[in-house]
């Protein structure tokens, strides 16, 4: 398998050397980061282009960095664990980069990870989020989180202490986890403001915990991981490929019945699912050496195809038929619109 991916990138990327003077720069998701880091490591010894340079900044602070302009100074690819937002492409539009190329990789689910020596643990959307909103409703009000053990929210629960390793507010995931689980549990659980109420520009069931129930564990997944090893109290949220990779000393908690597995995830069935995404700047291709072949080797079959290299990674892959139309979409270079978000 990797043989072949390398001699098609090689194929790809042409026999004659090339001097790169630009090293391709990418920026964005913790999540999308091993696989990105992945096809750059394998670029850079397949072909005679230089390994591009991936930093895992959070999904929110690589579009941050994306759309500030389009010089060589700025990232020409920003990976995400969400899709780019309306009002990111226009700050994109606004500063000049008008051409933004969306490339949908596929599927990844939003882990409950603990300690692989604990019970088994099923948990609701509702007791995850009763866990982790700073405000919860008691007879009707909402009132500060009096939750301090997750038997205080139901006593079917494991007598543990609430500690959730969660990600930063510049994460996708983070995003993600307020849409998925808030946000869900906000509507079910009656909270009056779920569907649009804001108070100084914020949702206010959004807010999460500040009393240490909920602890900010940066960009890098390998040190929540690392955490849980050391503490059998504490879940930690991340992506499902990061659990895959750690599957000797992390287990993961089902939500409402469902364990996250490739198949659960890439149906729907698992409630916490989301789509990965990568964004090029289309305006650096004929600037930046090696970036077209680059994504061309990204997109590829044996890349994030079903029997591709990044599922042993944790990539969990597009129905055919959406994998050959990204492909197509990336050979005519289909810009991203206003109109796509309809």
Known sequence: MKALVLTTALLAAG???????????????????????YVAEEFGEATDFKAPKVESTGSGGGHKLFYVGVGLDTPSITNSSRRMKPSELEENIKNGNSKVFEAKIGFDGIAMGQNKGNPAVNLTIEQIA?????????????????????????????????????????????????????????????YEDAADGKEDGKVKYQAVRQDGAWVDSGENDNLIVQQLTNDKNAFGIFGYSFLAENSDKIGAANVNGVAPKPDTISSGEYPVSRSLFFYVKLSHLEQIEGLEEFVYMFLMEEMIGPDGVLKERGLISLPEAEREQLRENWEAKKTLTARDFD
Not at 19 to 37: H, K, L, M, R, W
Not at 131 to 160: C, E, H, M, Q
């Open 130 to 190: 009763l866990a982790v909103f700073d405000k919860v409703p008691v007879d009707g009000k909402l009132v500060t989180n009096p939750y301090k053990k997750w038997s205080d929210i139901d006593k079917s629960l494991p007598d543990r202490t609430i500690k959730i390793l969660g990600p930063p507010t510049t994460s996708g995931t983070r995003d993600a986890f307020h849409e998925l689980v808030l946000h869900e549990a906000a509507e079910a659980l009656g």
């Open 15 to 37: 026999s004659v050397a090339l001097q790169a003077e630009d090293q391709i720069s990418i920026v964005g998701s913790s999540t999308v980061y091993p696989f990105s880091s």
